[in-house]
Each structure stands twice: as structure tokens, then as C-alpha cells.
């Protein structure tokens, strides 16, 4: 398997945990706000000189003292065929592994969680789970990717292990009523991550003139929500 980037270390990708950051290329979605634009293409279409896992692997043994796990970000890295081989060999060097995903991979997160290949993970939430609304957030979707995203959160509601539901807060899509919709669809979630929208570096172009919401405004939007779950916490850029 091979990764477009690597940062070598971390304090917020893991919450409470020291963490190398692997991002993978390829997504199947194309959500106008995204900042990771240029993970977008698929490995091997691109000039970029994508790292080995072996390579990878090597240094984080020599981290695995310092480090307390791994993060294999995006794009979407449960597209990557390689993705249960990348995890089994970090746990090998008894690191734990936290997974980011947009959540249509139904069964290939389920079989990394049935298998004890994963010790967190933290999905994506787009919009209200309508396919109407999670098409207009997505840029494309086809029914059985939003069927596998419906499958994974209920899931993600039941896992044994550290889950996160989490946001990108874009005021074209997302209201305190959407919020609250996707909190009700996640009651009970152990944390719920609302991040602040960054249009810098957008996929759409018209996206990168928007006026994010404000700190306080993240702030009256985390009280609409945390009647429904345990933990909310906000993430400003």
C-alpha cells in the first residue's frame, strides 16, 4: 500500500494521543468544501512520488516508543484494497489505529472492527441522513454509497471501540436545525466534533470568498446539539 503524506506527529488527529498522520489518495464523494483537494486523485494517475508502507513502517518503529498511534486519513482510505494489511502491520508494532472515513465502506469497516484491526474511529457527517440533503453536501453520491453510510453510523453506534461523529461546519449547507437532525441520528454518540469550516483552501472555487461561522456562533451550535450526545467539542482553524 502506498500513502500520499505523512506527518510525522500530531496532538489533535488522535484525541488525547501522540499520533503519525498517513493520508491516502482516492475519494469517491466531492464535497465542494474540501481542504484535501489534492488527494482527490487516484494513486497512479498522479506525478507524485506516493511513500511505501514498508518504508512508512520502518519509521514508525523507530517512533514506536514516542508515538502512541497512527491515523490513516484522506481522501478515503477504505477505497485502498491495502487498507487491512497498513492496519495489521501498525498494530504489529503495538501502536493503536484510528481510521477517518466518510463511511461508504459499510464492509470494509466492519470487517476492521470485527477483526480488532481498529482502536478508534471517526466518521464523517455530511448532512441530515436524507439522501437529498447528503447528495447536495457530497457533489455526487450514488443510493448504495448512502445506504453503507446509513449502515455504518448505526454501526458506529454499537462499536466497542473510541468513535467520533464529526462535522465540517459550511454555512451554504449546514443550519442548527441540520445539526440538530444529524445529532438526533447519532443520540447518544460518545463525541460529536464540530469543525469550522476553512474556505481557503476549498474544492469549489465560489466556496474559498465564504465568511466561515464565527467561534461563538460554533459555540451557540454546540449547545443546540449537546442534549444528544455525551461530548461536543469544536475544532477552529
Not at 46 to 66: H, I, V
Amino acid at each position: 500500500m502506498k500513502f500520499a503524506g505523512l506527518l510525522k506527529q500530531s496532538l489533535v488527529d488522535y484525541p488525547g494521543k501522540i499520533a503519525a498522520v498517513l493520508f491516502t489518495r482516492g475519494c469517491n464523494l466531492r464535497c465542494p468544501y474540501c481542504h484535501n483537494g489534492h488527494l482527490l486523485v487516484k494513486p497512479g494517475r498522479t506525478d507524485n512520488k506516493d511513500l511505501e508502507l514498508t518504508s512508512l513502517l520502518d519509521f514508525l518503529q523507530e517512533r514506536a516508543g514516542f508515538l502512541d498511534g497512527v491515523v490513516i486519513t484522506g481522501g478515503e482510505p477504505s477505497l485502498n484494497p491495502g487498507l487491512s494489511d497498513a492496519c495489521q502491520a501498525v498494530k504489529e508494532l503495538g501502536l493503536l489505529v484510528k481510521l477517518d472515513t466518510n463511511g461508504t465502506r459499510y464492509e470494509v469497516l466492519k470487517g476492521l472492527i470485527v477483526h480488532n484491526l481498529l482502536d478508534y474511529v471517526a466518521m464523517d457527517l455530511k448532512a441530515p441522513l436524507e439522501y437529498k440533503d447528503y447528495l447536495e453536501v457530497c457533489g455526487r453520491l450514488s443510493r448504495e454509497d448512502f445506504l453503507n453510510i446509513r449502515n455504518s453510523v448505526q454501526l458506529l453506534r454499537t462499536a466497542p471501540i473510541e468513535v467520533e461523529f464529526r462535522t465540517t461546519v459550511v454555512p451554504r449547507y449546514h443550519k442548527v436545525a441540520d445539526l440538530i437532525k444529524m445529532a438526533r441520528a447519532v443520540q447518544g454518540a460518545r463525541l460529536f466534533t464540530l469543525q469550522q469550516f476553512n474556505p481557503r483552501n476549498a474544492l469549489e472555487a465560489e466556496l474559498r470568498d465564504t465568511r466561515p461561522y464565527t467561534a461563538r456562533e460554533l459555540q451557540d451550535m454546540m449547545e443546540a446539539i449537546r442534549p444528544y450526545v455525551e461530548r461536543v467539542r469544536i475544532i477552529n482553524v
